[in-house]
């Protein structure tokens, strides 16, 4: 439609309508402002790690050549902050693309780069000691670098694309690193939004029909699967199936998380594939306002009831909303008990990537077969150390961050006890040297 750009930048703009220490529940696909000069790299030395590759149509293992405890679906990309001292119109498509073209020849410098989408939770994963990798559109190009030299000093990587390029035959721009521009204006600090996604096709692989073969390997040996909303801007509804369905049949579960798109699925095809998520995803993730605009409440507890009571429900056995400062409540589809976790009090600085972090927890809590209340306690904490950071990407929560958060909780509610250290009982010895 001629306005998908406007409703991209709309979306973004709720999406970051953010109160207080609340989290977002994901970090933007086009819509990121994980960006800033000052960033904090850690390099680790871990087992963890996996071979990372710039080739779309070839495959990474991980390093013992077992399993993935985490590989997320799509939604990578690097922000790229531009200063300008006037903003593009939204509605003007020529001027848009003008700027586009004009910024991917002669980007910025890299001081200004920082990895978003779907990295932000497999970096958090990470450092949580999670075997994680990613499957997704990386190409030969100089953000692909940048997207894959980040994630393999992280310990995670690229570990295949989702389709194969040579069923595309002269779409090469299609395989090129998603690059979003984060425009600000140097006068009002006014925030726009540009990549090549805002202009179609939607979709950008809207006539592929099966995952490449190395895609299917990599889903078949995952514990979980991470899969947001932004999924749907990138590969058709049934790719998406195909991969839940093949985590699935090696006992796999699947995390869905419909993020800032939550907006965009009102109708049609967007509005089936949602559907079609929520009754085939195992765990549902989404904040309370998300919640407003996919099923209709903002309650938090009658969001989880409608989502849990579904008629067309298959796999769903945890329903969590996201509360921002008050914490956050998990919903037990087969038991139907109600879990709540209490926020941290914690000095914020951004909330950007603190949703993606907390998913990373929540991960590792499933594969693990954690009590659910340390597994809430730890997601808190990750999602609010990644809040105390500026930006997402590199600058998600730290193990050290983490830990001092859940001993001050502890310290200051001993009655806590078996949560807290159930949730730091969860953090791999191994990755505590990392910090």
Request: contains cysteine.
């Amino acid at each position: 439609p001629k306005n998908h750009a406007v409703l991209r930048n709309a979306t973004c703009a709720r999406s970051h309508g953010l109160k207080g220490s609340q989290y977002s529940s994901s970090s933007h696909y086009i819509c990121d402002r994980s960006i800033h000069a000052h960033r904090r790299l850690l390099v680790p030395q871990s087992q963890f790690g996996l071979c990372s590759s710039a080739i779309n149509d070839q495959a990474c293992s991980s390093s013992d050549g077992g399993e993935y405890d985490l590989v997320t679906l799509s939604n990578l990309c690097v922000d790229v902050l531009v200063s300008l001292d006037e903003l593009p119109d939204d509605e003007d498509d020529t001027e848009r693309m003008s700027l586009l073209e004009e910024l991917s020849g002669n980007p910025p410098s890299q001081e200004s780069w920082e990895v978003g989408g779907n990295t932000n939770t497999l970096i958090a994963a990470a450092r949580l000691g999670m075997r994680a990798g990613a499957l997704g559109l990386i190409g030969e190009d100089s953000f692909g670098s940048f997207l894959t030299e980040v994630l393999e000093a992280e310990g995670t990587g690229i570990v295949s694309g989702i389709v194969d390029r040579n069923l595309l035959p002269g779409r090469d721009h299609a395989f090129e690193t998603l690059a979003c521009f984060v425009l600000v204006n140097t006068r009002t600090n006014e925030h726009s939004f540009c990549s090549k996604y805002d202009f179609g096709p939607w979709p950008l692989f809207w006539n592929v029909h099966s995952l490449s073969d190395q895609a299917v390997d990599v889903l078949s040996r995952a514990q979980t699967v991470f899969v947001n909303g932004f999924v749907f801007d990138e590969i058709p509804e049934e790719l998406v199936v195909q991969a839940v369905h093949v985590a699935h049949g090696r006992g796999a579960a699947v995390i869905f998380d419909p993020g800032p798109r939550s907006w965009t699925f009102k109708e049609g095809v967007r509005r089936h594939a949602l559907d079609t998520m929520l009754d085939i995803a195992d765990i549902v993730l989404m904040t309370e306002e998300e919640a407003g605009a996919v099923i209709g409440t903002e309650d938090a507890k009658e969001a989880v009831r409608r989502l849990m009571s579904r008629p067309t429900r298959k796999n769903t056995k945890w329903v969590i909303i996201k509360q921002g400062e008050r914490g956050a409540l998990l919903g037990d589809a087969e038991t139907g008990d109600l879990y709540h976790q209490e926020g941290y009090s914690v000095p914020v600085e951004d909330t950007v990537g603190c949703g993606d972090s907390f998913a990373a927890a929540i991960a590792l809590g499933f594969a693990k077969g954690t009590d659910i209340r340390s597994m809430l306690a730890l997601a808190g904490a990750v999602g609010a150390a990644t809040a105390m950071g500026r930006g997402a990407g590199r600058n998600v929560a730290t193990v050290a961050r983490v830990e001092q958060i859940l001993l001050n909780h502890l310290e200051k509610h001993p009655e806590s006890s078996d949560k807290i250290h159930g949730a730091l009982g969860m953090i791999v010895d191994d990755k505590k040297s990392l910090v």
